[in-house]
């Protein structure tokens, strides 16, 4: 902290947009997949509250270090182009026995990536990156495909239809019907 503190640094914590957008079905390649589940895991849930508590201590810290001249730029991170994120995923299959089967074909698109947005390229994302800490940004800086989209919609648009923008072509509405007797 004291060389931070003489040099009036700058402290970057890489965030993501997960933080706010509670997309179904991620989990299982967001997390452990060597363990087959009997459905979608919770590793969307984990990822997202990891990177919640990131930006909370990341934007505290901004509040804590500004008065010694410290910059803390908290960085929301929408989809970016990576190394083929999904290329050795093995297929998505779930137990017969699963509450999820009427939906396997959502959580297995989600999890090999066909539903994913678009990505923004890695060269772009970090020109971007680079271009606003050399201009002394500071506080969130929503970078990458979808994140200023994001940061508009969970600010002004209301849950419920949030929630509804989320679920969208992502088996909920099937589950819904088949959890109330009827067929998918």
């Not at 959502?106 to 539903?115: M, N, P, R, Y």
Request: aromatic share 8%.
């Amino acid at each position: 902290m004291p060389l931070l503190l003489e040099a009036k640094g700058t402290v970057v914590n890489i965030s993501s947009v997960g933080t706010l957008v509670h997309t179904p079905w991620i989990g299982y390649y967001c997390f452990c997949k060597a363990v087959k589940p009997t459905g979608p895991s919770i590793g969307a849930c984990i990822y997202a509250a990891s990177k919640a508590a990131l930006s909370l201590a990341s934007e505290t810290l901004r509040l804590e270090l500004t008065p010694f001249g410290v910059h803390v730029v908290t960085v929301m991170v929408g989809s970016v182009g990576n190394t083929n994120f999904h290329a050795n995923s093995p297929e998505y299959r779930l137990p017969p026995s699963s509450i999820y089967q009427p939906i396997e074909r959502f959580i297995a698109d989600t999890d090999s990536g066909k539903l994913q947005p678009p990505d923004t390229e890695l060269d772009a994302f970090a020109a971007d990156l680079v271009r606003d800490i050399l201009k002394g940004r500071k506080g969130q800086v929503w970078l990458g495909n979808l994140a200023r989209m994001t940061k508009w919609v969970s600010t002004w648009v209301p849950w419920g239809m949030f929630d509804g923008m989320v679920a969208k072509g992502r088996g909920i509405d099937v589950l819904m019907k088949t959890a109330q007797g009827g067929k998918a």
